[in-house]
């Protein structure tokens, strides 16, 4: 040991004898934490490479447990498979797109059902899509319900809600996050719900001391959140039918919800929901030119296969040109149509 070495080594021992136990044990532990915070930034295995490098901050850690559980592992190799064979939507490094806003951020959940299956569509956010793809039909709904209880609202070309999720802390979050291409609902099943609703858990859990707000548009995300255990007197919950063509009429429209949603969160964090920021007056052009204009899907395309031969048959009698979002068609619809026969 040098002579420095020594001088050094003396001096730290004589100025932590005289430290607390307490004191020292709470060194001690801070120490440990933050040990184990550094271990926890590195991937335990390849197979969570995309979640440690994608998730958000704070996610990784609220979600360690669970990244880790057999379920989800199952899940990843279904995953990997299904790449082997298939056009996974979306891109990978979109997958988990909601997470991008802080756990603590957070001010609103919506939830949908999967991503949309089409070219081009999705990018890792509920209901949302790629600048260059036509506004879906539940999207627009949605934008005529903005309309409604905001006059001055200007629905916009494009059906990009990054910018609004991001200075709002709304997290757009599907119940599955991937799907294969062209086939709706094919990834339903796999284990996505299961960690979909711990996502929910552990944000209701961060901010049960002043509350956010969950939209629950249609039978799915109504599961979903009887799933998660939703505590409504912690929390605004905001029910409704679906924003899709086949049930808005029924309950989606003239509902408030938006309205109340930004008046709820301004009482309680001081600043509310600033949805006029998606208006088309205040979208910023950049916005609509960083992603080359994608090539408009068939009207096919949003149409869920479960209903595929519905449809079509429809089409045949009536010539009528159907529009229908496919992440919206729930079988309580699919029933309705089916009876309507």
Known sequence: MSKNQASISQFVKKNT????????STKRKLVA???ESVDRAQPPSDLL????ETLGPGWVK?????????????????????EQKYTIYPPKEQIYSWSRSPIDDVRCCIIGQDPYHGAG??????????????VPPS?????????????EFQPPKHGNLERLCLENGIMLLNSTLT?????????????????????????ADRHRSKGIVFFCWGNWAKKMLESAKIDKKKHLILSSVHPSPLSASRGFFNTGHFKQADEW???????????MVQSADRVDKQDTSQEPATKKPKKDDDVDDAVNDTITRDKEQNKAKEDIDKDAIEEKDVQDMKSQK
Request: net charge positive; glycine share 8%.
């Open 49 to 52: 490479a995309l979640e440690y």
């Open 179 to 203: 799907v294969r291409k062209d086939t709706a609902g094919s990834h339903g099943k796999k284990g996505w719900e299961q960690f979909t609703t711990r996502v929910l858990q552990v944000l």
């Open 139 to 151: 999207l627009q709904n949605i934008y005529k319900e903005l309309k409604i209880e905001y006059p």
């Open 17 to 24: 004898e005289n430290i607390p136990p307490a004191v020292e």
């Open 33 to 35: 934490e933050e040990k």
């Open 265 to 275: 969160i301004k009482e309680r964090y001081g600043k509310g929901i600033d949805w």
């Open 62 to 82: 609220a979600l360690q447990k669970d990244l880790n559980s057999p379920s989800f592992k199952k899940l990843k190799e279904f995953l990997r498979q299904e």
């Open 121 to 134: 569509q999705a990018h890792g956010l509920a209901f949302s899509v790629k600048h260059g793809v036509r």
